[in-house]
């Protein structure tokens, strides 16, 4: 599996444990427990529903409609404590909204049950950082679901760049009109995934940031915005490589495309795109054609899923994904400091 640095440590079994997703280590089911029935606990649901290797066991959901979402082999508890308490699972999935998430994932940890907890991990550093203390004292497996890092798409993206050099520039756009949610900031919700890739991408956290809001407003539907961050990573003795990304909910329509420049050509990773992977070269040349990389079709979720089962079956206490997790809410937290800063920027 691809391996990075990232403040000195290897990112091993939370992204590169498997190839390709569905390739993963000999084993019986992977039972696991899910923490929130919302939309995304939903899309979770579906993803195990096709995974042959991991079964969903037990879901703690207080909506009173869950039992018509799960079959009769699942165990359904309203309280999520019932469902760490009752044991049974080889690990838990916390799809909940991210302010719940530090106190969910200590309660799971101190009850040794390893975690996939969605993005971002918390929206407070210090929240952050204590999880990422306790998992370590308590050696046991957190892995955040940055979901596009276990993108084949993504994954191609890492290998490729490996041979073409010095990443020279990135740029990122996503967003879409909506959604609106009352749960996380518009800045955390899409920010967390771009500002991921850029740090897997450079194996660093920048050492500049500066960050604007091109567009605020209020809508029927809830607050609408667009991010304009910008990123620098290096120092004086090097020369800074720079990440443009724009992000917010109030694209006019969707978009999720991620870009690393090198000297003789362009990645483009477009999730949206027939071709998710493509080449684009810097050539004065008419016959320099955009060249498809072709990558493996599997759901970015489904591998993300798969990576956690195959860490479970190793009993892997790598806390690479976590340290990502802590690094991206801390360079969120810098931006949001950019914004309210009367410069705009952090260093």
């Known amino acids: 599996g691809a391996l990075f640095h990232l403040g ?9 444990v498997t190839e390709a997703c569905g390739a993963g280590a000999e084993m019986s089911d992977i039972q696991l427990g899910l923490i929130g029935a919302g939309r995304w606990g939903r899309v979770y649901m579906n993803a195990l529903d096709h995974m042959a290797d991991v079964a969903l066991s037990a879901l703690a959901s207080s909506n009173p409609q869950s039992h018509d979402l799960v079959g009769e082999d699942v165990a359904l508890h309203e309280d999520w404590q019932d469902l760490l308490t009752a044991g049974g699972m080889d690990g838990v999935i916390v799809a909940t909204p991210p302010a719940s998430h530090a106190g969910i994932v200590c309660v799971a940890l101190e009850a040794g049950v390893p975690v996939l907890v969605e ?15 306790l998992a370590e004292h308590k050696d046991c497996l957190v892995m955040v ?43 955390w919700d899409w920010g967390a995934h771009d500002i991921s890739m850029c740090l897997d991408l450079m194996g660093d956290t920048p050492s500049e940031i500066s960050a604007r809001r091109q567009e605020l407003r209020k809508t029927g539907e809830g607050s609408g915005a667009v991010f304009d961050l910008r990123l620098g990573f290096g120092d004086g003795d090097t020369d800074v490589v720079t990440a443009g990304i724009r992000i917010g909910n109030m694209l006019p329509r969707k978009r999720r495309r991620f870009c690393a420049a090198f000297d003789d050509g362009i990645l483009v990773y477009d999730d949206l795109a027939a071709d998710k992977l493509s080449f684009v070269p810097i050539s004065a040349s008419p016959e320099a054609e955009i060249r498809a990389i072709s990558v493996a079709p599997a759901p970015p979720l489904t591998c993300a899923i798969q990576a956690f089962a195959d860490a479970i079956a190793a009993d892997s206490v790598c806390h690479d994904s976590l340290r990502m997790g802590v690094d991206v809410v801390e360079t969120l937290a810098r931006c949001e400091a950019a914004l309210e800063g009367h410069g705009g920027t952090e260093k």
């Open 119 to 133: 993005k971002p991990l918390t929206l407070d550093v210090d929240e952050a950082k204590a999880l990422c203390d």
């Open 145 to 187: 679901d940055h979901i596009h890092l276990f993108s084949p798409a993504f994954r191609a993206l890492k290998s490729e760049a490996a041979k073409l050099g010095p990443v020279r520039h990135m740029e990122s756009e996503a967003g879409n009109h909506g959604p609106f949610r009352k749960a996380t900031p518009i800045l």
């Open 8 to 16: 000195g440590h290897s990112l091993c079994g939370a992204i590169g």
